[in-house]
């Protein structure tokens, strides 16, 4: 890695290029992740919720988060940006003693999201987290997620005018990212990459144009979201569902992943 400290070394990523982001779920995914030669690690708060047996949408409690940031960051060298949905509560003084929670356990970036809540409350929380993390010596990334497409906030001919409003009032409070899910229309991508300062991320979508187009227009980070998390749910559901049916052994061999490869990656770790 940079021999930038984690943070300045994440917040680097962002100035050229595009950064790509494979979410995970806990710490063996991010190990598994981090050895593909990820530049960075990124949570999917879907995920996350999932593998701890609990419904995506704030429904984790923050201590169990904490947890699995702290183990995930035990097994990684790269910087770790942390999925922390609202910030599991609408007061920003908790929101920011969250974050600074996520900061000790290892976190160097996080994606905060507005929902259907009053834009306000949003920069409410960016405020107080930018305090607390200045406080703290950590140069936090704070991606400033907008559902305004995703969640259709704005009626569909005004969401590019929305989504930049709020992308403004989001970079004014302090945020450093714009994360705009649910965003695939080329036109509407170069609109609010050339209408923002912030560099835009986008979440990956089987409609979108090729990595290397979106560069061009203006993305700098693709995150896969859920996406890889709900394949991987897919794939244990016909393996066990499979093996529940009829009790073959071989399909459970089929594009396996060798033990000894996997427990490798946690050697001395």
């Not at 400033?144 to 004014?172: I, K, M, N, S």
Request: charged letters at 20%; a negative charge.
């Amino acid at each position: 890695m940079s021999e930038l400290d984690p943070a300045a070394a994440f917040r680097e990523l962002h100035s050229h290029g595009m950064l790509l982001l494979a979410n995970v779920w806990d710490a063996g995914s991010a190990r598994l992740v981090e050895s593909l030669g990820a530049k960075a690690i990124a949570t999917t708060s879907a995920g996350v919720a999932w593998s701890l047996g609990y419904r995506d949408g704030d429904a984790l409690p923050i201590e169990k988060l904490i947890d699995a940031v702290a183990s995930m960051s035990r097994v990684l060298h790269v910087p770790l940006t942390v999925d922390s949905e609202s910030g599991y509560s609408d007061n920003p003084a908790i929101v920011a003693d969250n974050i600074a929670r996520l900061i000790d356990a290892g976190a160097v970036g996080i994606n905060l999201e507005d929902g259907s809540d009053d834009p306000a409350l949003l920069c409410a929380k960016l405020e107080q987290i930018k305090r607390s993390s200045a406080r703290m010596g950590v140069n936090l990334f704070i991606n400033a997620r907008t559902d305004v497409f995703l969640a259709g906030l704005a009626p569909e001919p005004r969401r590019v005018e929305e989504t930049l409003a709020r992308a403004q009032r989001y970079r004014d409070a302090g945020a450093d990212g714009l994360f705009v899910p649910g965003l695939t229309d080329r036109n509407e991508i170069r609109a609010i990459a050339e209408g923002t300062a912030l560099p835009l991320n986008i979440m990956a979508r089987p409609t979108l144009p090729p990595a290397a187009e979106l560069e061009g227009l203006g993305v700098r980070r693709l995150s896969a979201g859920s996406a890889i998390a709900e394949s991987i749910f897919a794939r244990a559901a016909t393996l066990a569902g499979g093996f529940l049916g009829n009790g073959a052994s071989a399909p459970l061999s089929e594009q396996a992943m060798r033990y000894p490869d996997i427990n490798a990656l946690f050697a001395a770790r």
